[in-house]
């Protein structure tokens, strides 16, 4: 019973915070060709992406991802070209500005969660493709939940304190170097950095199956009943929100005062996403990616303590199945506990979207980052999401 609890708690229940942003190796990512020296006005406009799966997009088609959607309308508002470079990629941890450029693993899905490279491996990796960084006009960014370890959030052995002492230290000084670096590295380009979300909230569904995940990822000793623990992982995720949107803001200020020391306008924005309580997870009108089952599976699942699997309901679930597959292939001599390590590693794999912005989730990050062209006069009008959807 305990290693069928176990297998339980890795490959279902604990899924929903063990493979939100979290990952532990690199990919890379697309290459488009070298800019020119062309004039501003008859050159592409160049858009790079860094960071993790926010801005990777996980689960969505590329056509629904944020970043594609401000391009779309960066296109259509100023009548050129948009060519991007997309380096972001689940699971991407900020790293250090020592980050090697060269890496020589082969190129991975972005949808396989993994640490590295991190965003400032991935600074090194977009500095060598193109011929003059100056030419960069817009960089889209973020980080930071990877290094606190997105499984802190969703255990209720943590506190309101706790969460708030890891922004700071994860999300402030770390942010705030990595910023300052893109614009030291793309002396031209207005940088646009992303806020996160409350993961859960008091919309957040109180059934069975979610009552069962939260006692699952529970790793505190002291006892606490359904009512506790919900409370406590509502309070933590505010606390989250309200505290990264706090340190982001701040590292992108203190960048931009360094760079206006120097005689420089307004380049680093901080884009905070306006995620209410009904958007989170399993809520009413969610903005996340969930799981694809009946109420009946799910009873299931908890019944037969993860005997019964789920699917996600993402866009992208059975090509993702197959990178993860071909990712976590198993190795000569295989031991029968690497073999299960590494089945572990594909079932979380598989099930990686889960907590990521769906499609209207990424429609709210594309309004955030169309809110701030528009300060900078890059945007004439911000679409608004329509209706609530997956």
């Excluded at 050129?80 to 250090?96: F, N, P, Q």
């Excluded at 197959?322 to 099930?351: V, Y």
């Amino acid at each position: 019973m305990k290693r069928i609890a176990y297998s339980a708690k890795y490959s279902v229940i604990a899924a929903l915070a063990a493979v939100i942003f979290v990952g532990s190796l690199p990919v890379y990512s697309q290459s488009p060709q070298p800019v020119s020296n062309e004039k501003t006005d008859e050159r592409p406009f160049n858009l790079l992406v860094l960071g993790d799966s926010i801005s990777w997009g996980q689960g969505l088609r590329e056509e629904h991802k944020a970043w594609y959607q401000v391009k779309t309308w960066l296109e259509d508002s100023g009548g050129r070209k948009v060519r991007e470079r997309v380096e972001a990629h689940s699971g991407a941890v900020i790293g250090s500005p020592g980050d090697s450029g060269g890496n020589p693993v082969p190129a991975q899905d972005g949808e396989v969660n993994r640490g590295y490279p991190s965003v400032n491996h991935q600074i090194g990796n977009a500095l060598n493709s193109y011929a003059d960084p100056s030419q960069v006009d817009l960089v889209l960014v973020n980080g930071c939940i990877n290094d606190v370890d997105a499984r802190r959030l969703l255990n209720a052995v943590n506190t309101p304190d706790g969460i708030r002492e890891l922004a700071q230290e994860k999300c402030g000084p770390p942010v705030e170097a990595m910023l300052s670096r893109i614009t030291t590295t793309f002396p031209k380009a207005h940088v646009i950095i992303t806020g996160y979300y409350p993961i859960l909230s008091e919309k957040t569904a109180s059934d069975l199956f979610m009552r069962a995940m939260l006692k699952r990822l529970y790793s505190g000793t002291e006892p606490m009943n359904d009512k506790q623990l919900r409370t406590r992982l509502i309070d933590i995720s505010k606390e989250w929100y309200l505290a990264t949107n706090q340190m982001l803001a701040g590292a992108t200020s203190k960048v931009d005062a360094q760079l206006a020391a120097k005689g420089s306008g307004q380049r680093t924005l901080f884009a905070e996403i306006a995620f209410q309580p009904e958007h989170s997870f399993a809520a009413p009108h969610s903005r996340l990616w969930g799981f694809d089952a009946s109420f009946l599976r799910k009873l299931l699942v908890v019944l037969t303590l993860g005997r019964v699997t789920l699917k996600t309901n993402d866009e992208q679930r059975n090509q993702r199945g197959s990178s993860c597959k071909d990712t976590f292939r198993p190795t000569p001599g295989e031991t029968r506990d690497q073999e299960k390590a590494r089945k572990n590693r594909i079932a979380l794999c598989r099930l990686a979207a889960i907590g990521h912005p769906n499609r209207e989730g990424a429609r709210l990050y594309a309004e955030a980052i169309g809110k701030q062209l528009k300060v900078l006069g890059w945007l004439r009008d911000v679409p608004v999401s329509g209706t609530p959807g997956k």
